[in-house]
């Protein structure tokens, strides 16, 4: 039995046979299917196929997908039974199919030798030669290595003109062709049926005579004759049913004339005019290839990613900074109207920001050294040497022995341009670790300033939308249907709530001061966020409402990053893109939209949701076709769509840099390495030593956990001056511990950037 992930895998073989990015959907269908404007391919989840014969249905189907057109042909050919074009297109289909593809005639020839095993055709239950010239021919081209088929001179000629089909055209033409003989061949075994009816009646009349007279017509009418079954006209006219002169015959080549083309099986006793009941049966027995064994078995839905309105969902830069400057001026209006000491509220933040920056000065320095030496490193390592033709005159004299005496220049490539973006989760569960993951991206902010690397930061949340501008009453919360939709509501299309925003919080697109002034901005931002509404530290303000911590639409920024990446790169012209999404732990999940009937009145529907993490969701990307399962998981769903990115941006490196204590680490890397306990182990004590790790190709090209205690001790050797001997080995310990951690995350963070 196949599983979810092998029906994919199937679907791939489609997509390759059919040498375009074919939208694949492995549906509960009865019947394959191909809309040919969406380039759809429906395929029924053969459930108790074997992979061969799964392969062998594949293969069919693709040929009809690349072959069969979608004309209504039946205007042009009314009279023209399905089913026999069906017979003959199967065989001008699978004929392309493996001249196209040689390996194919093996994968045929085992899958329908499995199928005749199978008794797939139901031939035990007929004979056949009785069956009728479609069915046979349909058994000949299908299953006529296994099974032995005989056709006279007359049926020949369409078994042999069905495989010179090149077009549907002459599969239509041949069809009519092949019906018109056929309804023929049975109007004259119909009529000879009667005539048989007649000569009886007729010899029993003159046995009584025992004379041995040739048959000759009588003038005078039978009592079947005036029945209308039969008169002269009939028995003697050969042009207009095809019957055989009969006149000059005797009684006994009557009967031989009749007996042969009894014999015949133009239809057969189990065939009949209009239907070639092997093409039916066939199509039967598919059906019963779906049919479920197992309550557990699921039925795949596939959902498309919206087109996202950017100007509803990105919150601008410079409309965020504007909000916050406006805060602080009144945070410091509202202190100064109620307090009689006149102090700047900020005083203390705003210095810590500016030693914070100062002392950063020697990581950012460090950053830029590894990036240089990574980048000169890679283009030494892609660069080519290639002789100039010009004579090395220093090497003559070993002419006699060396036949290089020419002189080389290396080439180095040039290199592409970078640029970053910063994907910083603004949740809740961030407020513990938000000041030290904040310091982390503005060091990475600073080195790309003094590397000139273009880069972009945006904080997701979903408190943006949720409130209103300042008014002279504060605040006012805003209702869901208020708030504009991000993108229009379809069948089977991932929802992104209203409330859901990317907040611009900075940009290499400013001026230097503006981008001194909006990264204090973030650092007063956060500090109220990481106190937890306390008054202390001289901490006078609070935050603003509009940014403070919500929960973790994480898999919405990854939605959203589609057209966000593809907007940075035309706005910067980088070529090379760098995606750092900073978190602290799991997305909450996505849903999406769903058509529903009511069960009391059916002829009326109405759009709902249904969750992605149900475990049979598959996102399709329709730019190329490809898709991606979603796990009931909610770390496996995040994969998804970072696989997903990863397939539709390929020059797009997707970096992750995780924050967390000893005890999320340990489940961290049991979830990750999917409970492998040798890896398991391997990682927790790499984690031990370092307080940092780093996975591979997990959804991310890269994953780094950090940890959070180490990330909160200064760096710096920094002691009091009474401390003890003890006090400053132990400082000093820490000191080299958290730098030697930094330096070793940031070395192997640079490897991917430069």
């Known amino acids: 039995m196949l599983t979810q992930v092998n029906y994919e895998v199937k679907g791939q073989l489609a997509k390759l046979l059919a040498t375009e990015d074919l939208i694949i959907e492995n549906r509960k269908v009865s019947t394959a299917s191909f809309d040919t404007e969406r380039r759809v391919l429906t395929l029924p989840m053969w459930e108790k196929a074997s992979g061969v014969v799964y392969d062998l249905l594949v293969g069919h189907e693709v040929g009809h997908a690349l072959y069969t057109p979608a004309d209504n042909w039946t205007y042009d050919y009314p009279d023209v039974p399905m089913s026999y074009v069906n017979v003959l297109e199967d065989v001008r289909i699978e004929k392309f199919m493996k001249q196209r593809y040689p390996g194919l005639s093996k994968t045929f020839y085992n899958g329908y030798s499995q199928l005749a095993d199978q008794d797939f055709f139901e031939l035990s239950e007929h004979d056949i030669e009785e069956m009728g010239l479609a069915d046979r021919i349909n058994i000949h081209y299908k299953i006529g290595s296994f099974e032995d088929v005989s056709f006279n001179d007359e049926e020949q000629y369409f078994v042999d003109k069905a495989f010179k089909t090149e077009t549907f055209k002459d599969v239509l033409k041949l069809a009519q062709e092949l019906y018109t003989y056929i309804k023929e061949k049975r109007e004259q075994e119909e009529q000879l049926t009667k ?12 046995s009584g005579s025992g004379m041995g007279m040739p048959f000759q017509p009588s003038n005078e009418k039978t009592d079947s004759e005036m029945d209308g079954d039969v008169d002269d006209g009939e028995l003697s006219d050969k042009g207009g049913d095809g019957l055989p002169d009969v006149s000059d015959m005797t009684h006994e080549e009557v009967l031989e004339e009749l007996e042969r083309l009894s014999d015949d099986p133009i239809g057969g006793v189990h065939g009949g005019v209009t239907e070639a009941i092997t093409d039916k049966t066939f199509q039967d027995n598919l059906e019963n290839l779906n049919k479920k064994e197992t309550s557990s078995f699921y039925v795949p839905e596939y959902v498309e990613l919206p087109t996202l309105n950017l100007d509803t969902l990105v919150a601008k830069n410079s409309e965020v900074h504007s909000y916050l400057d406006e805060f602080w001026l009144r945070s410091q209006k509202n202190f100064d109207e109620n307090s009689t000491s ?4 900020f005083e203390k933040v705003d210095n810590d920001y500016r030693l914070f920056r100062r002392s950063a000065q020697k990581e950012v320095n460090y950053l830029v050294k590894e990036f240089e030496c990574r980048k000169s490193a890679d283009a030494y390592a892609r660069a080519t040497v290639s002789k100039t033709g010009v004579l090395d005159c220093t090497k003559l004299h070993t002419y006699k022995f060396n036949e290089d005496l020419f002189k080389k220049i290396t080439v180095l490539p040039d290199g592409k341009n970078h640029g970053l973006m910063f994907v910083l989760d603004w949740s809740g569960s961030m407020s513990t670790v938000l000041m030290d993951t ?14 000139q690397i273009p880069f972009q930061v945006f904080a997701f949340t979903n408190e943006w939308s ?20 991000h993108h229009e509501e379809a069948d089977h299309r991932i929802k992104v709530e209203a409330q859901f925003s990317m907040v611009e919080f900075l940009t290499s697109d400013c ?32 935050y603003p409402r509009r ?4 929960g973790t639409p994480l898999n919405e920024a990854l939605v959203s990053l589609n057209q966000l990446i593809p907007q940075f790169k035309k706005s910067t012209g980088v070529q090379k893109v760098q995606c750092v999404t900073l978190t602290d732990g799991e ?10 009937t009511f069960k009391d009145h059916p002829e009326r529907d109405y759009m709902g949701h249904r969750s992605v993490m149900n475990g049979s969701v598959f996102i399709r990307d329709k730019f190329n076709g490809k898709t991606y399962y979603c796990n009931a998981h909610a770390h496996e769903l995040t994969s998804a769509l970072l696989n997903q990115l990863r397939g539709r941006f390929p020059d797009v490196n997707f970096i992750g840099i995780r924050v967390m204590d000893g005890r999320d680490a340990n489940s961290f890397i049991r979830r990750y390495m999917d409970w492998d306990f040798e890896k398991v182990q391997q990682i927790q004590a790499g984690w031990k030593k370092d307080k940092s790790l780093k996975l591979v190709d997990v959804g991310y090209h890269a994953y780094f956990g950090l940890s959070s205690h180490a990330l909160g001790n200064d760096t710096e050797f920094t002691v009091k001056e009474d401390a003890t001997k003890a006090q400053i080995k132990s400082a000093f310990k820490k000191s080299l511990t958290a730098k030697k951690m930094n330096k070793k995350v940031l070395s192997q963070f640079m490897d991917f950037i430069a």
């Open 195 to 206: 005539l048989d009816d007649l000569e009886f009646s007729m010899g029993e009349s003159s």
């Open 342 to 345: 006149k102090m700047d509220i």
């Open 438 to 451: 904040i310091k982390q991206l503005f060091n990475l902010i600073w080195f790309c300033k003094k590397v």
């Open 466 to 485: 949720h409130h209103n501008e300042w008014d002279d009453d504060g605040f006012h919360w805003r209702s869901m249907k208020d708030m504009p939709a």
């Open 511 to 542: 001026k230097k001061s503006d981008l001194e002034k909006q990264m204090l901005n973030i650092w007063r931002l956060t500090i109220p966020l990481t106190q937890h509404f306390r008054w202390d530290n001289n901490i006078m303000y609070q």
């Open 547 to 550: 940014l403070s911590l919500s």
């Open 587 to 596: 997305a909450h999940p996505l849903s999406y939209t769903c058509q529903f």
